[in-house]
């Protein structure tokens, strides 16, 4: 069955440390992105890729960063200078060339302790 | 800059009545407009779309309608079932430079739908 995984489905991260969520598809998708939500402010892009080893910032780029070192996977480094990173963290993907409907994995919902 | 604006953050219906979700948007190179409905914890579910050359689409019970001119879209749900009761996005799809697109989003209206 074709989709997108994200893990941990939950992930508690100590304050300075770096934290890395997965996500790997299976649906022979180029393009993969990186939202993430917090209440009352909708999704918000972090980064994107369309192909392998390129990607580029969305509009809340700060404080993260990636890696597409192969197709199916785009994992996202939630990094110390990330002064906020207490949300839901949703990865998505579609087709090359799309935007016409992307397929999103469950989250991932990290908590700073 | 907001470029897709849901105006209302919450709706609350009657089962069995309709339900109308509200969606603006500022772009007008958008040229694919999509629903999703998400419930907490999970990933958005992609409900129905609507190109920029129609002015509806139905699906069910669910209808879209875009009003270009007014850069307006709405999302009508008849009747509306419990089941309904979610996080609707609205979204829109615009070109980040040659053949790259990607969706830009609302901030979600919450439906609740009463028994």
């Known amino acids: 069955d074709g989709g997108i995984t994200q893990s941990p489905k939950y992930l508690f991260r100590k304050e300075g440390q770096n934290v890395t969520l997965s996500c790997e598809q299976n649906?022979?998708?180029?393009?993969m992105y990186w939202y993430r939500q917090d209440p009352g402010q909708g999704l918000r892009l972090i980064y994107y890729s369309q192909i392998v080893n390129d990607f580029q910032k969305g509009d809340i780029a700060e404080g993260y960063s990636v890696s597409r070192e192969k197709k199916e996977s785009f994992p996202l480094t939630v990094t110390s200078a990330q002064k906020n990173p207490t949300a839901f963290y949703l990865c998505?993907?579609?087709?090359?060339?799309?935007?016409?409907?992307?397929?999103f994995g469950s989250g991932t919902r990290l908590t700073v302790v | 800059d907001q470029q897709v604006k849901q105006n209302s953050p919450s709706l609350s219906v009657q089962e069995g009545r309709i339900s109308i979700l509200n969606c603006d948007y500022t772009n007008s190179m958008f040229d694919y407009f999509l629903w999703y409905k998400k419930y907490p914890a999970e990933g958005p579910t992609f409900l129905i779309s609507i190109s920029s050359i129609k002015d509806k689409n139905e699906d069910g019970r669910f209808t879209v309608f875009l009003n270009k001119s007014a850069k307006h879209l709405s999302l009508h749900i008849v009747p509306s079932q419990p089941g309904d009761s979610a996080v609707y996005f609205c979204a829109a799809r615009g070109n980040s430079g040659g053949s790259n697109y990607k969706l830009t989003f609302g901030k979600g209206t919450l439906l609740t739908v009463n028994p």
């Open positions: 998505a993907s579609t087709v090359p060339g799309g935007g016409y409907g992307y397929t």
């Open positions: 649906l022979n998708h180029d393009a």
